[in-house]
């Protein structure tokens, strides 16, 4: 079998990364999980891998048979997508035939095979993880070196340096592990040929990605054929997704250009703007300082957005933790939403649980996890003492 197959004369549409030597520069003009692992428009902490590409799996067709133009959803794809964002169709075929197969893209996003024990979630081996001397001390140096761009993202949005410094830690190791996959195969793999076909939305997803882009290199913001990044197609400092930088990247400077991968103050920013488009507030902690009352996990409901406010807490038995630093009812996060989320230990049969405030939510529309947000909060509190 071939080791590598070729997308041949492909394209797509739907909606849910000019650049050189594989780095996602941008015109300014476009722009182990613990709860429900997800890629949302970031696909998070999942860079590096070999980035090889590799036969298709058992089914999958072999030589001259591969030639996607000869399918369906592929032909449909190309068709709706030179239309819908008038594009050349013949560009766009071009591209997407040098778009290769990667074998193993597919086994790092397939699901975990029936019958497989799935592993026990653990928040402080979580937790432990991303909170190691060594991320905690070079995020210190990340921050110092970066003082100037940090300080103007934090101005601007309103989001601290150290939630910006500690989510970049977390997502690449500060700009260090961006990833070695070519995003052009990554996506065409997962859109065409994702491994779980019980999941058509995901594939819809990836798909929308493939589609962004291939819309940002055909206008000349990127290089979809030597851009490298996560095995999910994310790129960059921060691992945006294409759709995430077609909407939420920026320049630091106000330039026409945006580089997320040689440019730390574009990334930055771009972190700080994600946020508040994903509903931070200015002045808000992640975490509301409250002592919740004994049989709290029932207030648990597991989503992604605040379901409760004070009043309703306080009525449950919770109470400002004076402990934590709270002063007063006038406290900015006793007018915000709530909501109780948990960080179980499942071997111990043991459960930490905390009072998020919309920016804990905020962070977990970067990744669908409630140990990664709480991850990137606690990274986040050791590198402010510096």
């Known amino acids: 079998m071939s ?43 999942s860079g590096g891998g070999s980035g090889t590409s590799d036969a298709p799996p058992g089914g999958a067709p072999v030589g001259p048979l591969a030639a996607s133009v000869k399918r369906p959803e592929v032909q449909l794809f190309a068709r709706e997508l030179a239309s819908s964002r008038h594009l050349s169709e013949p560009d766009i075929l071009k591209l997407l035939d040098e778009a290769q197969y990667s074998a193993t893209v597919a086994r790092l996003i397939a699901p975990v095979a029936t019958g497989q024990a799935r592993p026990p979630k653990s928040w402080q081996t979580y937790r432990g993880r991303r909170l190691d001397p060594v991320t905690i001390a070079q ?32 997502e690449t190791l500060y700009g260090k592990n961006m990833g070695n996959f070519r995003a052009l195969d990554a996506l065409a793999t997962l859109a065409f040929d994702y491994p779980d076909p019980s999941r058509p939305e995901r594939a819809a997803m990836f798909r929308n990605n493939l589609a962004d882009l291939i819309e940002l290199d055909l206008t000349g913001k990127l290089n979809a054929r030597t851009l490298k990044g996560s095995y999910a197609g994310a790129v960059g400092i921060p691992q945006f997704m294409p759709s995430s930088i077609k909407r939420f990247a920026v320049s630091a400077d106000g330039g026409q250009q945006i580089n997320l991968s040689g440019n730390k103050a574009d990334a930055i920013m771009s972190v700080a703007n994600y946020l508040v488009e994903h509903g931070w507030q200015r002045g808000v902690p992640v975490f509301a300082p409250v002592a919740l009352p004994n049989g709290a996990e029932k207030l648990v409901d597991g989503g992604l957005k605040p379901n409760m406010d004070w009043q309703q807490l306080k009525a449950a038995g919770a109470k400002v933790s004076v402990t934590a630093g709270a002063k007063s009812d006038s406290a900015t996060w006793m007018g915000a939403a709530l909501g109780v989320i948990d960080l179980p230990e499942e071997v111990n049969g043991t459960v930490e649980l905390r009072t998020a405030t919309p920016n804990f939510f905020a962070i977990t529309q970067y990744n669908h996890s409630y140990f990664y947000a709480a991850a990137i909060t606690d990274l986040a509190a050791a590198l402010a003492r510096r």
């Open 139 to 170: 995020g210190r140096t990340f921050m110092e070196a970066n003082a100037a761009a940090l300080d103007r993202a934090t101005q601007r949005y309103g989001v601290p340096q150290s939630i910006i410094a500690a989510l970049i830690g977390v």
């Open 3 to 45: 080791t590598s197959w070729r997308f041949v004369q492909i394209v797509f549409v739907s909606s849910l990364l000019a650049a050189c030597s594989g780095t996602s520069v941008l015109s300014a003009s476009g722009t182990e999980s613990g709860r429900s692992p997800n890629v949302s428009g970031i696909a998070s902490g």
